[in-house]
């Protein structure tokens, strides 16, 4: 009993335990309602290629709610860094275009960051207002410089750089699958176990407060901005390689990335953030309109099922307090408790 419950304590504090359990239903409820698809390798190889672009953004996007602010931005990233990558790779020779062409790509993402950084440290835009102008203003730059057309990768599933970043692996896994939980490991040792994630969330809990324990507020803004530029970056190279085209709207996914980081369990106020939660987040959200639509069940109800499940998720992440089952039935117990004291008080107090 004692093993059971020092096991039980242990799974209920992983960070995105409870998100993960509910990933896990999300399975087991999508293979009995439809049986002939999700018990077939391929719908997850499926998502193990559509949900890592999302992933990665929304990773970066929970480092910067962490510290409190929001970042709106990033779908003009992804497409701003598309167009840098495909001009490189058409420009250059093909032997080294597409190294040129990432590389771009990443110095695009840090521009916008760096620049969406300065405008909420150094002028003191609220981010939610700076990036929002920036979304507008990158995705009409990459508009106009691609001429608002599409630009095809000639060659690119012969080119190393494609094998590289979302070739086919172990299994015929997916790479980018490999890709997004190295940066989902990388980021949580950095917002966990490193002085600038320690920065961050001092900041996300009350800015003030850090500057007086020596953090220096304006220039870690700066820096999370700018690594959420290239992490934006790196989402919008894996969408154009991936496919092998670039289009101005490829960055579409503002939404399941906001969703993906809430229903993970980080704090919309800031200050606590859950790396691992949004890496099963975004699994969940992105498997949910395959889902539904293998249950046979009519594609009017997709969004009513994701808006029921956010919701629930969410509700679950508020219950717990800290995102973990732990705490969620540690206050059931102690509500039952206090239930049965104070009704054996009214009992006492009746028959006094």
């Known amino acids: 009993m004692n093993f059971l419950k020092a096991v039980y304590k242990f799974f209920g504090r992983l960070e995105g335990f409870a998100i993960a359990t509910v990933l896990l239903v999300l399975y087991l409820v999508l293979i009995m309602a439809a049986p002939t698809v999700f018990t077939r390798p391929m719908i997850y190889f499926s998502f193990l290629e559509t949900v890592p672009p999302t992933l990665i953004a929304a990773l970066g996007l929970t480092l910067v709610i962490t510290a409190g602010e929001i970042d709106l931005s990033f779908p003009a990233v992804v497409s701003l860094s598309g167009f840098a990558l495909s001009w490189g790779w058409k420009t250059f020779d093909p032997a080294y275009g597409a190294v040129i062409g990432v590389v771009l790509a990443l110095a695009a993402g840090a521009l916008v960051?760096?620049?969406?950084?300065?405008?909420?440290?150094?002028?003191?835009?609220?981010?939610?207002?700076?990036?929002?102008?920036?979304?507008?203003?990158?995705?009409?730059?990459?508009?106009?410089?691609?001429?608002?057309?599409?630009?095809?990768?000639?060659?690119?599933?012969?080119?190393?750089?494609?094998?590289?970043?979302?070739?086919?692996?172990?299994?015929?896994?997916?790479?980018?699958?490999?890709?997004?939980?190295?940066?989902?490991?990388?980021?949580?040792?950095?917002?966990?176990?490193?002085?600038?994630?320690?920065?961050?969330?001092?900041?996300?809990?009350?800015?003030?407060?850090?500057?007086?324990?020596?953090?220096?507020?304006?220039?870690?803004?700066?820096?999370?901005?700018?690594?959420?530029?290239?992490?934006?970056?790196?989402?919008?190279?894996?969408?154009?390689?991936?496919?092998g085209v670039f289009y101005p709207d490829q960055g579409n996914f503002l939404l399941p990335a906001m969703a993906s980081v809430f229903v993970g369990g980080t704090s919309i106020a800031g200050g606590a953030g859950s790396i691992f939660g949004?890496?099963?987040?975004?699994?969940?959200?992105?498997?949910?309109?395959?889902?539904?639509?293998?249950?046979?069940?009519?594609?009017?109800?997709?969004?009513?099922?994701?808006?029921?499940?956010?919701?629930?998720?969410?509700?679950?992440?508020?219950?717990?307090?800290?995102?973990?089952?732990?705490?969620?039935?540690?206050?059931?117990?102690?509500?039952?408790?206090?239930?049965?004291?104070?009704?054996?008080?009214?009992?006492?107090e009746r028959a006094g």
């Open 113 to 243: 960051g760096y620049v969406n950084g300065l405008m909420v440290a150094r002028i003191g835009v609220p981010s939610i207002m700076a990036t929002l102008a920036a979304n507008f203003f990158w995705y009409g730059i990459s508009i106009l410089l691609a001429g608002g057309l599409q630009q095809t990768l000639k060659g690119s599933d012969e080119n190393f750089v494609h094998e590289l970043l979302v070739g086919r692996s172990f299994f015929n896994v997916p790479l980018q699958a490999f890709w997004s939980l190295a940066l989902a490991v990388f980021l949580w040792f950095l917002l966990n176990r490193h002085k600038f994630g320690e920065s961050v969330m001092f900041i996300g809990d009350n800015a003030n407060v850090a500057r007086v324990m020596g953090v220096n507020v304006e220039a870690t803004r700066i820096r999370l901005f700018t690594l959420h530029g290239m992490i934006a970056a790196f989402a919008g190279i894996i969408v154009t390689l991936d496919i």
């Open 278 to 348: 949004t890496f099963f987040g975004s699994y969940v959200i992105g498997s949910l309109a395959a889902g539904v639509v293998a249950t046979t069940i009519s594609g009017y109800w997709v969004q009513v099922v994701e808006g029921g499940v956010m919701a629930a998720v969410v509700v679950l992440n508020a219950a717990t307090g800290k995102g973990d089952f732990a705490s969620l039935f540690g206050r059931f117990r102690s509500k039952g408790v206090q239930e049965f004291g104070s009704s054996g008080a009214q009992k006492d």
